[in-house]
């Protein structure tokens, strides 16, 4: 029993003296807020080309959904909405550009994962677009449900969780399918619109999109009732740099707190001697909200005068597309966008 007890003691304090192997990401984090007041600028990885969510306009200037999303960060934190660098990022790409500090956040239609947010050292901030995955074809097929594709093309970006979504969904109905597997959106569209596939799949917002950026030709192309997944989308941080992930978060939740109360860009100036209690939080009046975050304790009401609340956002550009707000609306609507009280 003794030579037991010596060994079991030795092994433990070998394993005592022996230093926890950790992942990088678990190591301190760098402090991307002093970064970005450093730079003067935050950067922004984004999709390179989706109507609706991000998207340069006639002037080189990018707009959307998940565009908005970045500049309310910028707004929080430099006071300046309009101090942010757009980086296109692909789907093969945009995670390891997040991981190796190439731009701050990534705010481009990326899902919501667990596998995501526990292996690759990142952090989903909140959702913006509460999404599900969908399947479009061209009306002259003649296809009007998913499990008509049994046997069919469909064309699919690589490393997205709609590769994964697709093949569990056609060996669930015991279908077959050929991928074709295109990382470029553009020539993946291409493909589908030239009859390379039969079907084109990914969350139905971005099918939405597509179709929306064939202006005559939208009424070719048939949206298929089928949701195969749930795909709650949202800007997506590095893991352990706590201080930017609550100000990117708090940053959306401030443009859902404002639609809840009634202000918006336009009427900013009729809320200022509001004697409602969270009126005054929210405007900075009173609390320290701004100070907890480390920033300037009116930046919920820079957010709003620069960007606008969250229904502003979705009209400028969501609207256009021809996507509803349905589970995107505020709760209090039957949807799904809620802010935590700010107080």
């Not at 079991?8 to 970005?36: E, H, N, R, Y």
């Not at 998207?55 to 309009?82: F, K, M, N, T």
């Not at 667990?114 to 952090?123: F, T, V």
């Not at 979705?314 to 700010?342: D, F, H, K, S």
Request: glycine content about 8%; proline content about 4%.
């Amino acid at each position: 029993m003794t030579l037991i007890r010596t060994a079991f003691a030795l092994g433990a304090a070998l394993l005592a003296a022996t230093p926890a192997i950790s992942p990088a990401w678990a190591q301190p984090a760098a402090d991307t807020v002093a970064t970005i007041r450093a730079r003067g600028a935050l950067i922004c990885g984004v999709a390179p080309s989706t109507v609706g969510f991000s998207i340069p306009d006639s002037r080189g200037e990018w707009r959307g959904l998940d565009v908005d999303q970045c500049r309310a960060a910028a707004a929080a934190i430099l006071g300046d909405a309009s101090k942010v660098r757009f980086v296109p990022a692909s789907t093969q790409q945009r995670f390891t550009m997040l991981q190796s500090g190439e731009i701050d956040m990534l705010s481009r239609s990326t899902t919501w994962t667990m596998s995501r947010e526990a292996s690759l050292g990142l952090s989903f901030a909140g959702v913006n677009f509460y999404d599900g995955q969908g399947f479009m074809v061209k009306r002259a097929s003649g296809v009007t449900s998913a499990r008509q594709l049994d046997g069919a093309t469909i064309c699919v970006q690589p490393g997205t969780t709609t590769e994964l979504n697709m093949a569990d969904y056609f060996r669930t109905h015991r279908m077959r399918y050929t991928p074709v597997i295109i990382d470029n959106v553009e020539e993946l569209r291409a493909a589908f619109i030239s009859g390379r596939c039969d079907a084109y799949t990914n969350d139905a917002s971005s099918l939405a999109s597509f179709a929306a950026s064939q202006g005559a030709n939208m009424s070719q192309y048939l949206l298929l009732p089928e949701i195969i997944s749930k795909e709650p989308l949202g800007p997506v941080v590095r893991k352990g740099d706590w201080r930017f992930f609550d100000i990117v978060r708090w940053s959306h939740f401030a443009m859902i707190a404002a639609e809840e109360l009634g202000i918006n860009s336009r009427n900013l100036s009729e809320f200022e001697n509001s004697t409602n209690p969270d009126v005054q939080r929210f405007m900075g009046r009173s609390g320290d909200l701004g100070r907890m975050l480390g920033l300037n304790n009116d930046f919920a009401v820079q957010i709003v005068r620069q960007v606008g609340n969250f229904a502003e956002v979705w009209e400028r550009n969501i609207t256009p597309i021809g996507v509803q707000r349905g589970i995107n609306a505020l709760w209090t609507q039957g949807g799904l966008q809620y802010a935590p009280p700010m107080r």
